[in-house]
Nanobody, 128 residues
Framework: VQLVESGGGLVQPGDSLRLSCAASGSTLDYYAIGWFRQAPGKEREGVSCIQSSSDGNTYYADSVKGRFTISKDAAKNTVYLQMNSLKPEDTAVYYC?????????????????????WGQGTQVTVSS
C-alpha cells in the first residue's frame, strides 16, 4: 500500500488544519492507521491511531487529546487528522503509517515497528 499525506502548512497558534492520508494499492479496511510526528532534533512520536475494523477505535497521545481527531473515510480510502487549537509545540513533520494484521492495542501508538508502510510526511508549522 502507498500512503500520501497532504494538508500541512504554516498556521498561527490557535488555528486548525486537517491532514489527509490517502492510500492506494490496497483498501485501508485491513490496516490500522497511525499518525506520527517528528520535530527537529527529536524522535518520531505517536499522535493518534485508528483501528482497521468498522469499530473505529482510536488512541491519542496525551499531548493532543481534546484537540486532535482521527477519522476514516472508507469510500475515499483516506484517513484524516483534524487538528484544532494548534500550538507551536505541534510543529513537526507529520507522517501516516499503516499496520497490517496486528492486534489492536496502545502499542500501535508507541511502537513504530508495528507499522509496515509509511508516507513521505507533510510539514506542519505553528508560529506567530
Amino acid at each position: 500500500v502507498q500512503l500520501v499525506e497532504s494538508g500541512g502548512g504554516l498556521v498561527q497558534p490557535g488555528d486548525s488544519l486537517r491532514l489527509s492520508c490517502a492510500a492506494s494499492g490496497s483498501t485501508l479496511d485491513y490496516y490500522a492507521i497511525g499518525w506520527f510526528r517528528q520535530a527537529p532534533g527529536k524522535e518520531r512520536e505517536g499522535v493518534s491511531c485508528i483501528q482497521s475494523s468498522s469499530d473505529g477505535n482510536t488512541y491519542y497521545a496525551d499531548s493532543v487529546k481534546g484537540r486532535f481527531t482521527i477519522s476514516k473515510d472508507a469510500a475515499k480510502n483516506t484517513v484524516y487528522l483534524q487538528m484544532n487549537s494548534l500550538k507551536p509545540e505541534d510543529t513537526a513533520v507529520y507522517y501516516c503509517a499503516a499496520s497490517y494484521g496486528r492486534g489492536w492495542s496502545s502499542k500501535l501508538l508507541r511502537d513504530l515497528s508495528e507499522y509496515d508502510y509509511w508516507g513521505q510526511g507533510t510539514q506542519v508549522t505553528v508560529s506567530s
